[in-house]
């Protein structure tokens, strides 16, 4: 008996049976898919008059309003000189190096002398010799004058015998006479020689001194200028800069040298106009060097009188304490002044405050947890805050964010900020 018929019965049967499975598994499928494509039958979108807005909220305390003012700037030595030769010749001693420290009056280089000292050799000889020439000079004016005078008192000796010798007939009356123009021209020469040493001395002893003064001051200009090519340290502190070699001919005016003092350090910092007028000598400050990581107390110590034209600033210097040898000059540096604007005021940031038709507003929140608007006149301002001088007060709390969605009666979620 052939059974062929009844096989592909049963697999005909077999697979209409797993292609009505497969169809059942797509449809579940897709309905699952479908379904969690929808909202849940039990949820329910919010209305929008339901939200609250979030709302960070102030409360307002009577505090001292002050100002930070933002300063920056470098570090500056107690001083820094620079040694530079005055007069052009070749280095022939130097007894300092980079880093070592000097003190005031000790030599630190030394130029060629030679030509100077020869100078100075044939000015003192030429100087001895014009105090002789004065010298000389004045004893020849004195022996001058001594003779002067004898020879008036000479010619006087002689008018008194002539006047006796002629009241008894024994000279004439011209002998007399020209005894008597003697003695007057002998006067005339003394008074001359008297009237010179009351000047000082005669024309040709002053030429002598004269000479003799000008022979010493050349020695004195090339004792100067010797003293001037020995250079010695003017103050104590660091050699900072070097640029000279022994054998080597330093130009006049060339910078050989420096030395810098870094016992006291300050900060210079350029300040704007609009805060210049609120610092004052002795603030003090901290100043914070941030190459090393350090922190200083300081204080004020200059304000500029005048602004700058190139910079159209003002300057400031600030004082350091307690500086270490880690501190060097030209360091930067900040630091950060407290200004107190108003003692025990309210104020509020500026976000709080909106201008609208030309009046200020702010919300207070109120312990319901609804906005009030509220018209306010505003005081002092800084970078971000401004001062409620009314319409506002203590122990109320203002809204400082999400003003733009706030109007009177407005339930909010409030959020309490610390001022």
């Not at 697979?15 to 499975?21: F, G, H, Q, Y």
């Not at 004065?134 to 005078?149: G, R, T």
């Not at 000479?154 to 010798?165: D, F, G, I, S």
Request: glycine letters at 6%; one cysteine or more.
């Amino acid at each position: 008996m052939d059974d062929t018929p009844n096989i592909r019965q049963r697999w005909l049967t077999a697979d209409k049976k797993i292609k009505l499975a497969a169809g059942i598994v797509l449809v579940a499928f897709l309905a699952l898919a479908v379904h969690s494509l929808l909202p849940p039958k039990t949820a329910t979108r919010p209305r929008a008059a339901d939200l609250k807005p979030a709302v960070d909220v102030m409360a307002m305390q009577r505090r001292d309003m002050t100002k930070k003012i933002e300063l920056a700037g470098k570090t500056v030595p107690e001083s820094q000189v620079d040694i530079a030769a005055k007069y052009a010749g070749k280095i022939t001693q130097i007894n300092v190096v980079l880093g070592q420290r000097v003190e005031p009056g000790q030599i630190l280089l030394v130029q060629d002398t030679g030509d100077i000292d020869a100078a100075l050799a044939q000015s003192e000889a030429a100087l001895r010799g014009a105090a002789a020439d004065a010298v000389e000079s004045n004893a020849s004016f004195q022996a001058s004058y001594q003779k002067a005078k004898a020879d008036y008192q000479l010619a006087v000796t002689n008018y008194q015998r002539y006047k006796t010798l002629y009241e008894i007939g024994a000279v004439s009356k011209q002998a007399l006479d020209n005894a008597e123009q003697a003695v007057i021209a002998a006067q005339a020469a003394v008074d001359t020689w008297a009237h010179q040493l009351m000047a000082g001395s005669s024309a040709a002893v002053v030429s002598k001194q004269a000479a003799r003064d000008k022979a010493q001051g050349a020695i004195d200009a090339l004792h100067n200028q010797r003293n001037d090519m020995v250079m010695r340290a003017p103050r104590a502190g660091i050699i900072g800069f070097r640029q000279a070699e022994v054998g080597s001919l330093a130009q006049a005016g060339q910078k050989l040298l420096s030395i810098i003092d870094n016992s006291k350090i300050y900060v210079d910092c350029p300040v704007s106009e609009q805060d210049i007028g609120q610092i004052v000598p002795g603030m003090p400050a901290a100043v914070a060097v941030e190459s090393l990581g350090k922190t200083y107390a300081a204080k004020i110590v200059y304000i500029s009188p005048a602004m700058d034209a190139a910079t159209q600033s003002f300057s400031v210097r600030l004082l350091l304490d307690g500086v270490d040898d880690t501190l060097k000059a030209g360091m930067f540096a900040r630091t950060e002044i407290s200004l107190l604007l108003r003692p025990q005021t309210l104020f509020a940031p500026k976000e709080a405050v909106i201008s609208l038709n030309g009046k200020d507003r702010v919300f207070v929140i109120g312990d319901d947890g609804k906005a009030v608007e509220r018209i306010v006149t505003l005081g002092l301002r800084t970078d971000t805050d401004i001062e409620i001088v009314s319409g506002v007060d203590a122990g109320e709390r203002l809204a400082v964010s999400n003003l733009a969605r706030l109007k009177t009666g407005t339930a909010v979620s409030p959020t309490e900020v610390s001022p």
